[in-house]
C-alpha cells in the first residue's frame, strides 16, 4: 500500500515570491491535515479536512496561507507571498475512521521549505 | 498548548530497553495519550496510544498510571532503527470542536552499539 506522497520534497525560493505543496493521502482516507514543523519542534497542526470540507483551519494564517482539498482527494496548501519565516518542513497526514478508528494518522515525508 | 513534558533526550545500549518517560498531569478524563516517533527527514510515525489500561502492540507497550497523570512508553529490545525523536501527544478538542494532536518537543533517543 503507498504511503501519503508529497511533493516536491525540498524547494528553495525568495522571499515574497508564491509556493504551493501538494499532497496525495493513503487511498480511501477521508481525513487530511497539513502541519507546519518549525526546526526542533513538534509538528503543529494548520489545517484539518474531512472529505472535500475544511472543519479546523483554526491555525492557518489566512492572510498569506490557502489550502484546497478538491474532490476530497488530493490538496494543495499555498503561500503568496512567502516570509522568512515561512522556512520550516510541511507535512501532510491522512486517516480513516476504519481500522484503527482513525487514531492513526499517516503522515508524509514532508516538504522542506527554505525562503530566501 | 502542549499538555506533556518529557525529558529533551535519553541514551539507551542497543539491545536493552528503553523506557521514555512522560508527564501529563493536567490530562482530562476522556483525553487520550499517543506516542508518535520521527526519524531524521521521514514524517512522524504512530506508535501507540492509550485511555486508561496499559497498552501492547508489536512495536512497543505503553503504561499509563492509575491517576493517568503520567506514562511510560517502553520499547523491550531497542535497536540502532529505534533511534528517533519521541512525541508524548495528548489528543485535546480544539476551539472549532475536532480532535487534534499537540505536539511537544520531544525526546531525542539515542540507541548506541
Known amino acids: 500500500e503507498a504511503g501519503v506522497v508529497q511533493s516536491p520534497r525540498y524547494k528553495i525560493i525568495e522571499k515574497k515570491q508564491p509556493v504551493a505543496f501538494w499532497c496525495n493521502p493513503i487511498?480511501?482516507?477521508?481525513?487530511l491535515y497539513w502541519y507546519l514543523q518549525n526546526l526542533g519542534q513538534g509538528p503543529e497542526l494548520l489545517i484539518r479536512y474531512e472529505n472535500e470540507e475544511a472543519v479546523d483551519d483554526s491555525q492557518l494564517p489566512k492572510d498569506r496561507f490557502s489550502a484546497e482539498r478538491l474532490k476530497g482527494v488530493d490538496s494543495t496548501l499555498k503561500i503568496q507571498p512567502a516570509e522568512l519565516g515561512d522556512s520550516a518542513v510541511y507535512l501532510c497526514a491522512s486517516s480513516s475512521r476504519t481500522g484503527t478508528g482513525g487514531h492513526e494518522q499517516f503522515f508524509g515525508p514532508g516538504t522542506r521549505l527554505t525562503v530566501l | 498548548d502542549a499538555k506533556t513534558t518529557q525529558p529533551p533526550s535519553m541514551d539507551c545500549a542497543e539491545g536493552r530497553a528503553a523506557n521514555l518517560p512522560c508527564n501529563h498531569s493536567t490530562i482530562s478524563g476522556n483525553e487520550y495519550v499517543y506516542w508518535y516517533r520521527q526519524i531524521h527527514s521521514q514524517g512522524p510515525q504512530y506508535i501507540i496510544h492509550g485511555l486508561k489500561n496499559n497498552e501492547t502492540n508489536e512495536m512497543a507497550s505503553l503504561i499509563i498510571t492509575e491517576d493517568r497523570k503520567s506514562s511510560t512508553l517502553i520499547l523491550p529490545h531497542a535497536t540502532l532503527r529505534d533511534t528517533a525523536v519521541y512525541y508524548c501527544i495528548v489528543r485535546v478538542r480544539g476551539r472549532t470542536g475536532f480532535q487534534k494532536l499537540v505536539f511537544g518537543t520531544g525526546t531525542r533517543l539515542l540507541v548506541s552499539p
Open positions: 487511498s480511501g482516507h477521508n481525513t
